[in-house]
């Protein structure tokens, strides 16, 4: 069952909730002059939260939650896993302080946390995230593409249907290929043959994005010293003839061959054959902008809009592959899906080594 949720764009007082403010420090607290603050510590601030987990009403609900680590990751997350299902409290900002003492765990943003933050931290980061999050969160209400249970973007059974079935076939199909790339990847080099990594999708969900490793497995370590040969020089990272790519990775990024084991997330749900590339976090946490944020409403995909359009060309710029993005997200159909699956075959080659 789809809600409408229009708590967010209700709230016009800017009320903070921060809670456990000795872990926050008072010093924290006070720079945040934009909001009016309600801080509670010790039995206080639980008490705040048991009364916030039984909101019933867009008045009950602040503008944003601060509160340590600590205090959050009790209990597994309860008390945020509570919120993401109350109708009035799903869409509510909540920033996490943790402590450089404070094992994180990654689970925590899957679990509901919209960010956690290490000290010492910048208020102004903090505030800046909190409107972001306003934004963004505003705008999905909006559009109605919120699941009260899941608070997932679910597809069209048609989409999903179709999916599953080219999937299947393409794995059937590509088995040979798959087989073969993994043991030159693991004749090449040391290191896992599949790549992980963690990509911002559909609704800003995070999953484990997969493909056939394509560099060295001290790549991502190295990243800073190939930083200033990215050709976008912003949002996304873009490197021609990267020294860090290995001789059977070149030729797989060359012909797509890295991209088919995401053929494995299609069928897990976490993409669908079409839609919007899903982005590295870091990424993704830079598309700020209000018209931007729409790429995210769209299925995240192994092929789409700007793939067909002007993948490997070295004169598009960021904004006018997030325009594309964009573009793909307001004509989502079936039927333009399956133009773009059309015109696939013939971007596969890529023209740059990239």
């Not at 939650?65 to 990751?73: A, G, N, V």
């Amino acid at each position: 069952m789809t809600n409408t949720l229009p708590i967010l764009s209700l709230r016009r007082t800017k009320d903070l909730l921060v809670l456990n403010t000795d872990n926050c420090t008072t010093e924290f607290v006070a720079s945040l002059t934009q909001y009016q603050i309600g801080a509670f510590d010790g039995v206080f601030a639980f008490r705040q939260l048991v009364k916030l987990q039984g909101a019933s009403k867009p008045s009950e609900v602040p503008y944003a939650i601060i509160c340590d680590y600590t205090t959050l990751s009790k209990d597994n997350f309860a008390f945020v896993r509570a919120f993401r299902k109350n109708i009035f409290t799903a869409l509510m900002p909540i920033i996490a302080i943790a402590t450089e003492n404070d094992s994180v765990d990654p689970m925590a943003l899957k679990f509901g946390i919209d960010d956690c933050y290490v000290q010492p931290v910048d208020s102004r980061d903090i505030c800046e995230r909190i409107e972001f999050l306003h934004k963004n969160k505003s705008l999905m209400a909006e559009l109605n593409i919120y699941d009260k249970e899941s608070l997932d973007l679910p597809l069209s059974l048609t989409k999903r249907v179709v999916d599953i079935i080219i999937s299947i076939i393409c794995i059937v199909v590509a088995s040979p290929i798959l087989v073969l790339t993994a043991l030159l990847i693991r004749l090449e080099s040391h290191g896992p043959v599949i790549y992980r990594s963690k990509r911002s999708g559909t609704g800003y969900k995070i999953f484990d994005f997969l493909k056939f490793r394509s560099m060295y497995a001290d790549s991502d370590s190295r990243l800073a010293e190939i930083q200033h040969l990215n050709q976008y020089h912003d949002t996304f990272m873009k490197v021609k003839n990267d020294p860090r790519i290995t001789k059977v990775g070149q030729f797989i990024r060359k012909t797509s061959i890295d991209e088919l084991p995401q053929l494995f997330n299609v069928l897990r749900g976490d993409m669908s054959i079409v839609g919007n590339r899903p982005l590295p976090l870091y990424e993704a946490e830079q598309l700020t902008k209000e018209d931007w944020t729409y790429r995210f409403m769209a299925p995240a995909g192994i092929t789409g809009l700007w793939q067909v359009t002007k993948r490997g060309h070295n004169d598009m710029s960021a904004e006018e592959r997030i325009g594309l993005d964009v573009t793909y997200a307001k004509k989502n159909s079936f039927w333009f899906d399956l133009k773009i699956m059309l015109k696939t075959p013939f971007s596969i080659i890529q023209k740059e080594n990239v």
